[in-house]
């Protein structure tokens, strides 16, 4: 399933074209629902994605929120990034990060 959504983000990139080097928006929207899931994305303008596995019979969740975890985690993700003691390509190993995660998952169950 996320693989099958990981070939859609590409589709939707590339469809995108230059067009989203420009773009502010960087959240994909629902990438492929199924009867027991439904499978969200986001791509950073430096190429990283990032997808969110959703029960789909949690009917709480709205848009404009999965689109906020998204941000948040982008920031956290780019907090993790910035520090020099980071070794790209390295497992993320920070608490902070970690901590957020797990805080967002707690909210959303």
């Known amino acids: 399933m996320v693989h099958t959504s990981l070939d859609v983000v590409d589709e939707k990139i590339s469809a995108m074209g230059k067009a989203l080097v420009d773009q502010r928006e960087l959240y994909l929207g629902l990438l492929y629902p199924t009867e027991d899931y439904k499978v969200y ?53 920070s608490r902070a990060f970690d901590g957020m995660v797990t805080s967002m998952m707690i909210q959303v169950c």
């Open 41 to 93: 994305g986001y791509v950073t303008n430096s190429k990283v994605k990032f997808v969110m596995v959703v029960d789909s019979s949690n009917t709480a969740l709205r848009d404009n929120e999965i689109r906020s975890m998204f941000r948040k985690l982008h920031n956290s993700y780019t907090d993790v990034m910035c520090n020099p003691f980071y070794n790209p390509g390295d497992r993320i190993q």
